[in-house]
């Protein structure tokens, strides 16, 4: 295409607008945001314009997509606006797919290809700029790549310019956190009605949403988007749709497809035909599918969720948030006035959740703490995150790639970087490092792929992995069968390049693929339990159950590739069979001591175990002392106020440090509320835990003398002077008060004839707190409630002396108690 008709395409898109805006401001700082709507034109006009920029000479342009089927139709776009082939001056790099050359000066990238880049050359030397595209769908390799990228600007690079793009998005706290200017492009976005079908069942939601679509194709004109959450869904939905609708093009697009088929689905019918185009979220925003005026939403979608507790990761079908509705209905605005069937009430919409949640935080964090480990920076406050990565599945990321060999006291080791040099996740790299050290890389290059890839039998054929790895070698061997096979083999087929090997069709080993996915995941072996009920317990502790009706129920020892994350026990979907003798370097030696409450007390063992699975377990006579109070203070932590002797002296001596906390917030009084002792016990009362055995002896612990000379001196003498246990009255009776934990008066409840002679109300806290008085009766029965006894004698005290001196005769009832002596009991006989 020529220049003159690439600046007429230019000129019919909303972003030509603030390409000179964009220029500016590039100019003159490192980093910029970029809102601009769907089909403004952001991700294939803004490169090319800003290909001939002074800053940029010689240097490329990165582009990082979400998605493999964006990145190749961008790359093919933009090729084709330049009149070339994909591979000149416009290519991209995807996962075992590269188009690109020495001609290449913009590259589009997916999934972990630029932390990749970024790993081999860590200043990206040949980049002058990276943008991230479609940012707002918050993908976790585009944090961590817009986190190492932002690194290498601030420390080696300031050159390098970085445009962060987005359709919708939160761009005020991505300004703030980049500190960035923002440019918007307004675009030209028609108006879309919005219909709203009421209630939907999750169950039956092929089969509703293919009602639905045959209403729109009735009532509207021009071809139909449907948004469903996963490809079991979208099949059973074209599968009515084809059968109710035979005149109309139904094309399904999702990410495993072939690149062909979700082509047919984005490029107009040839023949002019409608069409209906049934997609999961691949095509919510960065695809530009032509002839849509019409959008169907399901309202879900799918996103993988990362339980830290367990290791496992489930894919989950969940309802979308606002802003994705708003931008799924946008899809039927690009061309003109449009309709979107939400299948939802309104008040369904005004309960969702206004923005989807970041990737980050749900999902596995291994890739991502390998890659840091790899770029040398582990520390992750010293990154720029617009949302941090949550400290529980950090943990769980660096203790896996620990047990993988990965990481070594949170550095990365050898091993660890070659890991990081396999474009897959740490498991699977690891598995095939191992495989290439047992002679065993022909299987485990199959292996990789079966795992990788959507399990091509389903459910219903058992739960041995080893029948896909048979079925995929039959397919190799007779060169027929379901295409699905076809894809597995191609994931395969680059493993295979990798590591320069050839295919192997032989039988082989069930118990060899065991071996290899023990290596993936360690955590998972699996130990069958007692009894005829095909449940297992996991080396991680948790348990999981198969079906009674499956052949690998009758084996002793599985390794688990695939399982739910479920409450309870796990329901497995995928293992292989493991012979003993291959786990026997994974048996450790330990000596374990726990406190069991039930039993009443301390309980040591000496194990062979594999993980938290037992083999064999004896008595410990002499447990470690360290074992010991580990497992006391892990008792404490849970159940220690149950265990310890929490009396009132002892709540009451809580008290008064809490009330001196609150009362003098800048003295840095100690939370010593129960939950906070318990939760720091080890920091008082390790001390008082020699000889301890029994539940009976933490109970004898003087709890008061523990805590109290916890306290540093100086305080422990402070909390006498200012919070005293007891004050003395006029009468010379010590009279405890009691404190409260809420800072609140303490209470001093005394007998009314012990005050007199006393005008002002007692103070503690250097006088700076009034106590709050409980005056009894004779009887010790409360009589009045006061802060201030002056008011007291001079007002309410004579109407108590009216109602309480004929009940109590014997006792003092001055005229004037101000100078009355104060008396321990009854009058004196004269």
């Given at each position: 295409?020529?220049?003159?008709?690439?600046?007429?395409?230019?000129?019919?898109?909303p972003?030509?607008?603030?390409?000179?805006?964009?220029k500016?401001?590039?100019?003159?700082?490192?980093?910029?945001?970029?809102h601009?709507?769907?089909?403004?034109?952001?991700?294939?006009?803004?490169?090319?314009?800003?290909l001939?920029?002074k800053?940029?000479?010689?240097?490329?342009?990165?582009?990082l997509?979400p998605?493999?089927l964006?990145?190749?139709?961008?790359?093919?776009?933009?090729?084709?606006?330049?009149?070339?082939?994909?591979?000149?001056?416009?290519?991209?790099?995807?996962r075992?797919?590269n188009?690109?050359?020495?001609k290449?000066?913009?590259?589009?990238?997916?999934?972990?290809?630029?932390t990749?880049?970024l790993?081999?050359?860590?200043?990206?030397?040949?980049?002058?700029l990276?943008?991230?595209d479609?940012?707002?769908?918050?993908?976790?390799?585009?944090?961590?790549?817009?986190?190492?990228c932002?690194?290498?600007?601030?420390?080696?690079?300031?050159?390098?310019?970085?445009v962060?793009?987005?359709?919708t998005?939160?761009?005020?706290?991505?300004?703030?956190t980049?500190n960035?200017?923002l440019?918007?492009?307004?675009?030209?976005?028609?108006?879309?009605?919005?219909?709203?079908?009421?209630?939907?069942?999750l169950?039956?939601?092929?089969?509703?949403?293919?009602?639905?679509?045959?209403e729109?194709?009735?009532?509207?004109?021009?071809?139909?988007?449907?948004?469903?959450p996963?490809?079991?869904?979208?099949?059973?939905?074209?599968e009515?749709?084809?059968?109710?609708l035979?005149e109309?093009?139904?094309?399904?697009?999702?990410?495993?497809?072939?690149?062909?088929?979700?082509?047919?689905?984005i490029m107009?019918?040839?023949?002019?035909?409608?069409?209906?185009?049934?997609?999961?979220?691949?095509?919510?925003?960065?695809?530009?599918?032509?002839g849509?005026s019409?959008?169907?939403?399901?309202?879900?979608g799918?996103?993988m969720?990362?339980?830290?507790?367990?290791g496992?990761?489930?894919?989950?079908?969940?309802?979308?948030t606002?802003?994705t509705?708003?931008q799924?209905?946008?899809?039927?605005?690009?061309?003109?006035?449009g309709?979107?069937?939400?299948m939802?009430?309104?008040?369904?919409?005004?309960?969702?959740?206004?923005h989807?949640?970041?990737?980050?935080e749900?999902?596995?964090?291994?890739?991502?703490?390998?890659?840091?480990?790899?770029?040398?920076?582990?520390?992750?406050?010293?990154?720029t995150?617009?949302?941090?990565?949550?400290?529980?599945?950090?943990?769980?990321?660096?203790d896996t790639?620990?047990?993988?060999?990965?990481?070594?006291?949170?550095?990365?080791?050898?091993h660890?970087?070659?890991?990081?040099?396999?474009?897959?996740?740490?498991r699977?790299?690891?598995?095939?490092?191992?495989?290439?050290?047992?002679?065993?890389?022909?299987?485990?290059?199959d292996?990789?792929?079966?795992?990788?890839?959507?399990?091509p039998?389903?459910?219903?054929?058992?739960?041995?992995?080893?029948?896909?790895i048979?079925a995929?070698?039959?397919?190799?061997?007779?060169?027929?069968?379901?295409?699905?096979?076809?894809?597995?083999?191609?994931?395969?087929?680059?493993?295979?390049?990798?590591?320069?090997?050839?295919?192997?069709?032989?039988?082989?080993?069930?118990?060899?693929t065991?071996?290899?996915?023990?290596?993936a995941?360690?955590?998972?072996?699996a130990?069958?339990?007692?009894?005829?009920?095909?449940?297992?317990?996991?080396?991680?502790?948790?348990?999981?159950?198969?079906s009674?009706?499956?052949?690998?129920?009758?084996?002793?020892?599985?390794?688990?590739?695939?399982?739910?994350?479920r409450?309870g026990?796990?329901?497995?979907f995928?293992?292989?069979?493991?012979?003993p003798?291959?786990?026997a370097?994974?048996v450790?030696?330990?000596?374990?001591?726990?406190?069991?409450?039930?039993?009443?007390?301390l309980?040591a063992s000496?194990?062979?175990?594999?993980g938290?699975?037992?083999?064999?377990?004896?008595?410990l006579e002499?447990?470690?002392?360290?074992?010991?109070?580990?497992?006391?203070?892990?008792?404490?932590?849970?159940?220690?106020?149950?265990?310890?002797?929490?009396?009132?002296?002892?709540?009451?001596?809580?008290n008064?440090?809490?009330?001196?906390?609150i009362?003098?917030?800048?003295e840095?009084?100690?939370?010593?509320?129960?939950?906070?002792?318990?939760?720091?016990c080890?920091n008082?009362?390790?001390?008082?835990?020699?000889?301890?055995?029994?539940n009976?002896?933490?109970?004898?612990?003087?709890?008061?003398?523990a805590l109290?000379?916890?306290?540093e001196?100086?305080?422990?003498?402070?909390?006498?002077?200012?919070a005293?246990?007891?004050?003395?009255?006029?009468?010379?009776?010590e009279?405890?008060?009691?404190?409260?934990?809420?800072?609140?008066?303490?209470?001093?409840?005394v007998?009314?004839?012990?005050?007199?002679?006393?005008a002002?109300?007692?103070?503690?806290?250097?006088?700076?707190?009034?106590?709050?008085?409980h005056?009894?009766?004779?009887?010790?029965?409360?009589v009045?409630?006061?802060?201030?006894?002056?008011?007291?004698?001079?007002?309410?005290?004579?109407?108590?002396?009216?109602?309480l001196?004929?009940?109590?005769?014997?006792?003092?009832?001055?005229?004037?108690?101000?100078?009355?002596?104060?008396?321990?009991?009854?009058?004196?006989?004269?």
């Open positions: 295409m020529s220049n003159q008709l690439f600046q007429q395409e230019l000129q019919k898109l972003i030509h607008e603030i390409i000179p805006k964009v500016e401001e590039l100019n003159k700082q490192n980093t910029l945001i970029l601009a709507p769907p089909g403004a034109g952001k991700s294939t006009m803004l490169p090319l314009t800003l001939k920029e800053w940029l000479d010689g240097k490329k342009i990165i582009m997509e998605r493999r964006a990145a190749r139709s961008i790359a093919a776009r933009m090729a084709n606006l330049l009149g070339e082939n994909i591979g000149e001056t416009v290519g991209y790099r995807i075992f797919e188009k690109t050359s020495e290449t000066r913009i590259e589009v990238v997916t999934e972990g290809i630029l990749r880049m790993q081999s050359d860590n200043s990206l030397e040949n980049a002058g990276v943008i991230f479609e940012f707002h769908e918050r993908s976790l390799f585009a944090d961590v790549a817009l986190a190492i932002r690194e290498a600007q601030q420390i080696i690079r300031p050159d390098l310019r970085l962060v793009m987005s359709a998005l939160n761009t005020e706290i991505l300004t703030k980049l960035a200017p440019v918007s492009a307004h675009g030209r976005q028609f108006p879309v009605e919005t219909i709203y079908t009421g209630v939907r069942d169950t039956l939601l092929p089969q509703q949403t293919a009602i639905t679509v045959s729109a194709i009735q009532k509207e004109k021009g071809d139909v988007l449907v948004f469903l996963g490809e079991a869904e979208i099949r059973q939905c074209e009515i749709l084809k059968k109710s035979p109309i093009n139904i094309h399904p697009l999702y990410g495993q497809m072939p690149f062909a088929a979700q082509m047919a689905a107009p019918n040839k023949h002019g035909k409608r069409k209906v185009v049934i997609a999961t979220s691949i095509a919510e925003t960065s695809l530009t599918i032509e849509i019409v959008v169907v939403d399901s309202g879900y799918r996103t969720q990362f339980n830290p507790g367990n496992l990761s489930r894919l989950t079908t969940v309802e979308i606002r802003d509705a708003d799924r209905a946008g899809r039927a605005g690009r061309l003109g006035p309709k979107c069937y939400r939802w009430s309104k008040a369904d919409q005004n309960r969702m959740k206004a989807r949640i970041p990737e980050i749900e999902s596995d964090l291994s890739s991502l703490v390998l890659d840091l480990a790899q770029w040398g920076n582990l520390n992750i406050n010293e990154l995150w617009l949302t941090p990565p949550p400290r529980s599945h950090l943990q769980q990321a660096i790639l620990t047990q993988l060999g990965a990481l070594e006291d949170e550095k990365i080791t050898s660890g970087k070659k890991m990081a040099a396999l474009p897959c996740h740490p699977i790299a690891h598995m095939l490092l191992k495989a290439e050290e047992e002679n065993q890389l022909p299987l485990a290059t292996l990789a792929a079966v795992l990788e890839e959507r399990d039998l389903g459910r219903d054929s058992g739960i041995d992995i080893n029948l896909r048979e995929l070698r039959r397919y190799r061997s007779q060169k027929s069968g379901n295409r699905i096979w076809s894809r597995i083999d191609k994931v395969a087929s680059s493993y295979r390049k990798m590591f320069n090997i050839d295919a192997s069709n032989s039988l082989f080993d069930p118990y060899d065991g071996l290899l996915l023990v290596f995941y360690p955590e998972r072996i130990s069958a339990r007692s009894g005829n009920n095909a449940r297992f317990q996991l080396s991680n502790g948790t348990y999981a159950i198969a009674h009706t499956d052949d690998l129920t009758h084996e002793p020892w599985l390794v688990v590739a695939s399982m739910d994350a409450q026990d796990g329901k497995i995928l293992a292989a069979p493991v012979n003798k291959d786990l370097s994974m450790k030696t330990t000596e374990t001591v726990t406190w069991d409450v039930r039993k009443g007390g309980v000496k194990d062979l175990k594999i938290s699975i037992t083999l064999q377990s004896v008595p002499n447990p470690d002392s360290e074992l010991i109070l580990k497992a006391i203070v892990e008792a404490l932590k849970k159940e220690g106020e149950r265990l310890l002797d929490f009396n009132p002296d002892v709540q009451q001596w809580q008064r440090v809490l009330s001196l906390k009362w003098n917030p800048q840095n009084w100690p939370d010593v509320s129960t939950s906070a002792l318990l939760k720091n080890e008082w009362i390790e001390p008082y835990l020699i000889n301890i055995k029994r009976d002896d933490l109970a004898k612990i003087d709890l008061i003398n109290h000379y916890h306290l001196p100086e305080k422990q003498k402070e909390l006498e002077r200012l005293p246990r007891t004050i003395q009255v006029p009468s010379g009776s009279i405890k008060l009691k404190y409260n934990s809420d800072g609140s008066p303490p209470v001093l409840s007998r009314l004839q012990k005050m007199f002679g006393l002002e109300t007692p103070k503690v806290n250097n006088g700076n707190t009034k106590v709050l008085l005056l009894l009766s004779p009887g010790f029965k409360p009045q409630v006061t802060s201030d006894l002056k008011s007291f004698w001079n007002n309410a005290y004579f109407e108590v002396k009216k109602e001196k004929s009940r109590y005769p014997k006792h003092v009832w001055p005229d004037d108690p101000w100078n009355e002596k104060a008396t321990r009991g009854v009058k004196r006989k004269k």
